[in-house]
């Protein structure tokens, strides 16, 4: 029988190591040198019931982990195998080098106790301190968080931007997306909109995409003029408001060359300009859904030509989502137009220091045009722009406070606020500290 062996001593059962007859396996051990895993953590897992979010910081050197819980706090540890060994394949995604799985199917109310440890082809370093934690019961519903396990989309949909529109010169070469509702669930019959951030195009439907479609919603994401950050660009906050007017369908200021309140962009040493409808997003969403429409693609139930008022978007059917400097944008846009929800991934942090204090871009003071309640905003706590007091400017300038209800939430901290569909004090804008 060969196994890994560990830094210190651990007893792990038959029924885990193969050895047969129900005898246990003493593993010794020899040092390894790979260093404990740093920051490890395990959180509630909002908006479920019976889960706990486990995550720590990558070690250098390791090639895989060992999880380890335990109804107690210093004996009867077992492996969570989806978080563990060679063949984890429960990792969730995350920045700034972290690791992070979750572990379902546990009691509520009952107290978890979880250690772990680094390891690679030499063996495994010393265990982690013991962490703990309780996982709660949410009383979502199956309707508000419905269980997508087995949902199939159809494949996505790619075109070049300018096969769609040959006006486009922002990215011209560069592809866009588009996706059906899958098949088998209740179609929402509203269109999902996906904006990049700075510098990013387009690359496929990604992870919001294709829940979005698992979910009902046909999905598209378009590219638009978005080289440089607006914070990069804008030094006065009358800029922001100029400069996502050009971005959303090239008038404004910033549509003239040398244009008044446009910032400078760095590329070129100007003021910022586009005077090119084709590369801002409601001709580029209006194109798309043409092109769409014209050329076969009205299949699984999906007519492209709902989402167009004559040859304009239909604002009021789309749901416009970005990641930065596209959730600005999409905010931009729920300001100015009915649209039908807006969702902000680390967005909008539209705020400059203005006589010492974080000040709102000038737009947040006019309401918007789309019911504030139609606004949702999610951000991690080690964003920068979070940490340096964007974000909150930004919210409260927005109106999510507590006049209307509507409060940040921030979520994992010593008393952890679940995401409870029916709390009663509903809030549309959360940050966090768990991967």
Known sequence: LSTAVAVGTSTISAAQSGVSGGATLTVTSV?????????????TSAGTTGQLFVSWIAAPSATYYNVERSTQPSAGFTLVTQCSGTGALKYIGTFQNLKACRDKGLVV???????????????????????????????CTPTQIPDLTGVKAVPQIKVTSSTVDPAVTFLPNNLEYAAYAAPGVARKNKLLV??????DACGGVGVLGQIGVNLGFDFMCVN??????????????????????????????CSIANGPDCGTDPNTGQPYVNSNPADAITQRISMML????????????????SYLSGTTPDWTRIVLSGWSQGGSLATYTGYKLPVARVINLSAPPLAILVGGVMTAADFFSVPPVTNIRNFYGF????????????????????????LNSDA????NTASPVGLNCNAGVPSHNFSTSAP
């Open 194 to 199: 996906f904006l990049s951030g700075s510098g």
């Open 408 to 411: 940040e939430v921030r979520l």
């Open 224 to 253: 638009y003029s978005n080289a440089v950050s607006a914070l990069n660009i804008c030094d006065d906050t009358s800029c922001f408001g100029n400069l996502f007017q050009a971005k959303l369908d090239a008038t404004g200021p």
């Open 109 to 139: 109310g009952t107290t978890y106790y979880y250690r772990m440890q680094s390891c690679n082809a030499t063996g495994c370093g010393n265990y982690t301190a013991v962490t703990s934690n309780v996982p709660v019961n949410s009383d």
């Open 379 to 402: 951000v991690h706590t080690r964003d920068q722009l979070y940490m340096i007091g964007r974000f909150q400017s930004v919210w409260k300038a927005a109106g999510f406070t507590d």
């Open 290 to 305: 043409q092109y769409l429409n014209n050329n076969g693609y009205n299949a699984n139930g999906t007519d492209w030509s």
């Open 31 to 43: 040092t390894s040198g790979v260093p404990v895993p740093t920051e490890f953590r395990v959180d």
